[in-house]
């Protein structure tokens, strides 16, 4: 798989791009999970909140179930204990919900400001680099060492514009069926070059 292009310009481009982008997605990794962990500091409250009621209920039933054992009177007395210890389990009950509802906020607004411009980003950047892969890779798969570049003179003939085509020979498809070696190599680098691949070295007459 070629992943890079052989030319130096396009190849630094390539390395830059996949960098930038690449800090791009740490950076909002790393703001989702300040946003997250700034919105899980709105659960403390509710969770304190919770542990408090829920050490008061503690108490308050083992008051309650100490004041029962008093004879005749033990059920009358220990009754306002229960009472607000249900009370205090309401409360304890209410907090933990509070922080369920912050955990969830947390998660999805910490995962939400992350992945919509990582994905805005990746939805343009990596269709263009795996365009370019795919296309490198079958491409560098007809290149050998020898001087056989029809195919990308050809792809040159059919998808270059006339003005480069123009610069290259007046008449670039009869100089190409006529196997001109000159003609052929220069329209075969167009379509490389746009492909990102180098051309086989000259082989020495």
């Known amino acids: 798989m070629k992943i890079?292009?052989?030319?130096?310009?396009?190849?630094?481009?390539q390395l830059v791009g996949d960098l930038l982008v690449l800090g791009w997605f740490l950076t909002w990794v790393w703001v989702g999970m300040a946003v997250h962990d700034g919105t899980m500091a709105l659960a403390e409250p509710g969770r304190q909140t919770a542990e408090s009621a829920s050490g008061i209920a503690s108490g308050l039933r083992d008051a309650g179930g100490r004041l029962d054992d008093i004879p005749l009177v033990g059920d009358e007395v220990a009754d306002p204990f229960d009472r607000a210890a249900a009370a205090s389990d309401d409360l304890a009950g209410a907090g933990r919900s509070t922080v369920s509802a912050v955990e969830r906020l947390a998660f999805w607004l910490g995962l939400s400001l992350a992945a919509i411009p990582i994905l805005?980003?990746?939805?343009?950047?990596l269709p263009l680099r795996w365009r370019f892969v795919r296309e490198a890779t079958a491409g560098a798969r007809f290149i050998d060492s020898g001087y056989d570049l029809d195919l990308f003179a050809l792809r040159a003939l059919a998808r270059q514009p006339m003005h480069v085509l123009g610069r290259i020979s007046d008449d670039p498809a009869g100089a190409w069926r006529r196997n001109e070696p000159e003609v052929v190599r220069r329209l075969a680098e167009l379509e490389l070059r746009d492909t990102g691949l180098r051309p086989p070295q000259r082989t020495a007459p």
């Open 4 to 13: 890079y292009a052989d030319t130096a310009g396009r190849r630094t481009r």
């Open 120 to 125: 805005v980003v990746a939805a343009f950047y």
